[in-house]
């Protein structure tokens, strides 16, 4: 990881900059960024226009970082897309003799392909921060930030005023700001800097608002007050009321780019349709497995809350890894009683925790029986073996590697 845009920008200038060719959909946060980035290409394709998003990290394959209209580009297009940018790679790594990361890579590609495929609108996820990522060598037209919390202090700062100013940097002059699920410290810059860039701010429960919503079987049922129209009715298929607020941040971003209401069948379409893999999803019934991607204290308190809601009473067997650089502590803690035992892994990474670390981890702060598996595959069955619903948390590396486990790709 290096951060800085000088590599960045110097490639996109070597490819005549491509992602000058479509406005931006800018998205940010400590969570839900890349449930909300889906469902605002869901809605950009939903009113007939071509949507590419670029999202990370994958779950399964690199491919996976790449969508035109919801279907991910595959191994042969990325192939031929890394083929035409490769030479210019190489030539630009020569000529300064510093290498492009791979993050800066997959962000170029991104921006290229999609100027190839010419869609008509570009979702655009940052990776990590805002200021200094990848991502933002481009210009956006709207710039949204989902929420704040405490994640990668030791690179975008130790307070929540310090990560939101990294994070709101995406902002650029004359764009608009759209802003989620904000705690008070974060909306302090997020007022700076909408002042200091003259940028319009839809703010969540200001501009937009969403009703009370309520669950009607397996749906989210709810209306969303917009900032340009009201739109009734609509369903959410997706576990977790934190989910209906993504959704809602998601419809203003397109509201702003559209700069006007947006049709409401298209927009109850795209609420039917929305996907967010590895984001409370269900992968079997018999025994309940969920998984989701949490990987810090706040992620994973939401992820409690929506437990108790929609699964009370159920105590899970959980399957826990996160990499050894997270507040695991503070993950921990927020699984207090909802758990009755653990079953540690680590994903197959170098920045991965110990699974006897997470084991030791979880006994002292959740109070329940821990045992180290070798893998996450194996940790999944003994956590099945113990017949009650399953967990798997911690890590979307975790929530990975369990996919592919249970053959779900």
Sequence with gaps: MKPGLER???????????????????VAGTNGKTSTARMAATLVAAHGLDAGL???????????????????????????????????????????????????????????????????????ETGLGGRLDA????????????????????????TIPEIAAEKLAILDDGAVLVTGNLVPEALVVAETQARKRGARWLRLGEEFVVSEPHRVGERWSFDIEGAYAAYRGLELRLHGRHQVTNFATAVASVEALFDRQLDEAAV??????????????????????????AHNPDGMAILAAALKEEFPDREW???????????????LGNLRGLVREVHA?????????????MAGAAREHLDVP??????????????????????ITGSIYVVAEARRALGIV
Excluded: C
């Design 317 to 331: 067997s959980a399957v826990l890894g996160a990499m050894a650089d997270k507040d695991i502590s503070g993950m």
């Design 268 to 293: 109850r379409e795209a609420a039917v349709t929305a996907t967010s893999p590895g984001r409370m999803e269900v992968l079997a019934r018999d025994p309940l497995i969920l998984t989701d991607g």
């Design 8 to 26: 960045i920008s110097g490639l996109l200038d070597m490819l005549a900059h491509p992602e000058t060719s479509y406005p931006i959909i800018h």
């Design 54 to 124: 670029f999202t990370s990290p994958h779950l399964d394959t690199v491919e996976q970082r790449y969508q035109l209209n919801g279907f991910p580009m595959t191994p042969a297009e990325f192939a031929a897309a890394m083929a035409e940018i490769a030479p210019i790679v190489d030539l630009l790594e020569a000529r300064t003799g510093d290498g492009i990361t791979y993050f800066e890579l997959t962000a170029a590609l991104a921006f290229a392909w999609f100027a190839e495929r010419t869609v008509d609108v570009g979702v655009i």
């Design 345 to 357: 892994a680590a994903a197959d990474s170098p920045r991965a925790l110990a699974a006897e670390s």
């Design 135 to 158: 991502t933002n060598a481009a210009t956006s037209s709207v710039a949204v930030v989902t929420n704040i919390g405490l994640e990668h202090t030791h690179y975008l700062g130790t």
């Design 370 to 391: 821990a045992e180290a598996h070798p893998s996450v595959a194996a940790a999944i069955a003994a956590a099945m073996a113990s017949g009650g619903p399953v967990l």
